[in-house]
């Protein structure tokens, strides 16, 4: 088997080959480029199973970086970012990016993430000549209301938008972080666990309608799922 391709988009050197080692260690193929414009000729030219893109790039910003590889790949990308700021993993992930890596970072974590999703787009991969079946929900984005096997769901606001964001990919992991960023993006300081304090409520609101089927998966470790085959 041949190895999977990353492409390392990432301008600080000793980031750069302390990852690149990392991963060649773990058996990845790594190519190394420091702009986003090589980035973009490097997929187009040679390709890659997956990208890590930094977001402060000498030429070109890591999210101008995503938008140009997303209109012809639809390869996985991992932003890898020294800011703070809430709002860029916001736009990282609405704009097409996978997950969000905040530095410093341990490049254990980096390699199981990188796995993790590599595992789950190989996974949709070898589905997609099956019929996709649709999910019992159906979301009414002008009420605000999600009904559930054609049962309208009471729930909060919060409740709400994390369900919205699972039904909108179902079979897609989605860390607390990335839940938070979707759904509490308004609340100072939010808690990892007050995720799975939702979660909970959700879980048990739908197990009233049916309780034979657990409609939202745990991935331990990773985050949340809303399953897929129905």
């Not at 991992?78 to 890596?101: H, W």
């Not at 964001?165 to 990892?192: K, Y």
Request: charged share 35%.
């Amino acid at each position: 088997m041949q190895p999977r391709r990353i492409l390392l988009v990432e301008d600080e050197r000793p980031i750069a080959e302390n990852i690149v080692y990392a991963l060649k260690a773990e058996h990845f193929a790594v190519k190394w480029v420091s702009k986003g414009g090589d980035a973009v000729r490097a997929l187009q030219e040679e390709g890659a199973d997956f990208i890590i893109l930094d977001i402060n790039l000498p030429d070109m910003s890591g999210f101008d970086v995503c938008r140009e590889i997303r209109k012809h790949s639809d390869k996985p990308i991992l932003f890898l970012s020294a800011r703070q700021d809430e709002i860029d993993r916001v736009v990282g992930l609405e704009i097409g990016g996978d997950d969000y890596l905040m530095k410093p970072f341990s490049l254990r974590e980096l390699v199981a993430r990188i796995r993790v999703i590599l595992k789950r787009s190989e996974n949709k991969s070898a589905e997609a000549p099956k019929s996709k079946s649709k999910t019992p929900f159906e979301i009414d984005e002008k009420r605000n209301r999600i009904s559930y096997f054609g049962e309208k769901l009471e729930l909060s606001r919060y409740e709400y938008f994390i369900l919205c964001t699972l039904v909108g990919r179902p079979g897609w992991v989605f860390s607390r972080d990335q839940l938070i960023d979707h759904s509490m993006g308004q609340v100072s300081a939010p808690f990892d666990r007050t995720i799975d304090a939702h979660i909970k409520g959700i879980r048990a609101k739908l197990r009233k309608i049916n309780p034979d089927i657990d409609a939202i998966e745990t991935q331990r470790g990773f985050g949340y799922a809303l399953k897929e085959n129905w």
